[in-house]
């Protein structure tokens, strides 16, 4: 079950974690608002996303869908809500690996993200920790995302660095 805040970790303790979930955002909404910016960052207006009335008469799934790197580019942000290591002082994205997109996130939809961690390399200034994040669909069996996202943790001097 979520909770209102992030679970609180040391970046030690997380080596114990290997394996297990180790959070579960709240739900976020996919509104029109946030698929059309998207579009206008990256210059990708191709109607499924953008344009309702065409989508609704013509598209699979009567509606516009965000785009998949929409979902993908909203795993920081989930796994954010759900995990605090403590003794952080900044995390930094190093890679993703084996993202797909099972099911398309039509608008008006909630998506969460589900996080578990899957290693843990112990590194001078930190560690990296590579995660399963499942960004689930409110309502649907299948998720809008997977991926397997490695994130730098640096909890040393970043002036030594």
Known sequence: ???????????????????????????????QERIDTFAKATEDFQWIHTDPVLSAEHSLY?????????????????LYECLHIEDAVMAVNYGLDKIRFPHPVAVDS?????????????????????MQVNIEIKG??????????IVLIVNTDTENI
Not at 4 to 30: F, R
Not at 63 to 74: E, R
């Open 62 to 78: 009567g509606s516009t869908i965000a785009h998949g790197f929409l979902v993908l580019s909203l795993a920081p942000k989930l």
């Open 110 to 130: 909630e998506i969460r993200g589900r996080i578990n961690l899957m290693g843990y390399e112990g590194l001078e200034e930190g560690a990296k920790l590579t």
């Open 140 to 149: 649907n069996d299948k998720p809008g995302c997977t991926a397997e996202f």
């Open 1 to 31: 079950m979520p909770t209102d805040s992030p679970k609180v970790y040391q970046l030690s303790e997380l080596e114990n974690w290997i394996g297990k979930e180790i959070g579960l955002s709240p739900y976020m909404a996919i509104n």
